[in-house]
């Protein structure tokens, strides 16, 4: 009678214990991240900003490869659910510090756009492109091809072949046969010797799929696709769109001694300032610009 006493009592811990987990061993906190849209649901971007807010900071600090490919999959995800609604487009994203959140003036373009340095120097870029034409909202995800396209000066690109870079500014012109032309400026953390700063274009075709690269770009006699500039990785290099003399300006780079001439990593700025005009449907080259003067005579 004893035995069954005790034999019962074991079995009434044992099912309390079953029953509630604090009462045996620890329970390992399963964290679960709100659906981004259960069926028949809208979506909140409130919610879904404040997620990615936070992957994107855990993303920046990141101190392993694992860690930021894990973070960088995840952000992707989320992503490319968010923008499946048109309403996307409109949303702030105020939060987001961690990645470049871009419109164009027109109301047309938005991209959003970040890196992922990897312990070895180099950086992979990530873009989702959202293109509004009428009524329609238009989606694409660009595939960072930088380190296997040569000549990138002079290659056409689409979204599957992209030269990836941290887009800041984006400038629309109308171009010849009224092609709209969104000239891209990029900054690129190329790697432990030098950085990139990248004046890129985009237009569209007439299936609406992006095209990256065209030859606008003029440099004397030479034109080509896109613009590259390299520089020593501690150097600060100038390159924006002044929008009172309607030009890209920017440092013209030198390197620091005459025998590195064609070493990249030893150039910067020299205290002389180059720019492009648009004219005539295409970027025009201007050298030595006084940038004091508000208006620039460019019949000299």
Not at 17 to 38: F, K, S, V
Not at 107 to 112: D, E, P, V
Not at 283 to 292: G, I, P, Q, S
Request: one cysteine or more.
């Amino acid at each position: 009678m004893q035995r069954i006493f005790f034999l019962l009592i074991f079995m009434l811990v044992g099912v309390l214990i079953l029953g509630n987990p604090a009462l045996g061993q620890e329970r390992t906190e399963d964290i679960r991240e709100p659906q981004i849209r259960a069926e028949n649901q809208t979506i909140n971007f409130q919610q879904q900003e404040q997620i990615l807010h936070r992957y994107f900071d855990s993303l920046a600090h990141a101190r392993e490869d694992d860690t930021r490919d894990a973070l960088n999959k995840k952000i992707l995800s989320r992503f490319r659910r968010i923008l499946d609604d048109p309403r996307s487009f409109d949303y702030p994203f105020d939060s987001i510090q961690n990645a470049g959140i871009l419109k164009s003036a027109d109301g047309k373009i938005r991209l959003y756009n970040w890196n992922v340095p990897y312990e070895a120097g180099y950086n992979i870029f990530q873009c989702f492109l959202q293109y509004k034409k009428a009524d329609t909202l238009l989606t694409y995800e660009l595939n960072d091809q930088s380190e296997k396209i040569e000549k990138p000066e002079s290659q056409t690109l689409d979204k599957d072949k992209w030269y990836g870079a941290l887009y800041y500014d984006i400038i629309v012109k109308q171009g010849r046969f009224d092609r709209t032309y969104y000239t891209l400026l990029g900054f690129d953390p190329n790697d432990f010797l030098s950085n990139r700063k990248v004046i890129d274009v985009l237009y569209f075709d007439k299936q609406d799929q992006p095209v990256f690269g065209a030859a606008i770009f003029k440099n004397r006699q030479k034109v080509s696709q896109r613009i590259l500039f390299e520089y020593n990785e501690f150097a600060n290099m100038m390159l924006r769109y002044d929008q009172d003399k309607e030009m890209i300006v920017y440092d013209h780079l030198s390197p620091s001694k005459p025998q590195y001439e064609g070493q990249r990593e030893y150039y910067g700025p020299d205290f002389s300032y180059d720019g492009l005009k648009f004219e005539n449907g295409i970027w025009n080259t201007y050298f030595d610009l006084d940038l004091r003067l508000n208006e620039i005579d460019f019949d000299e």
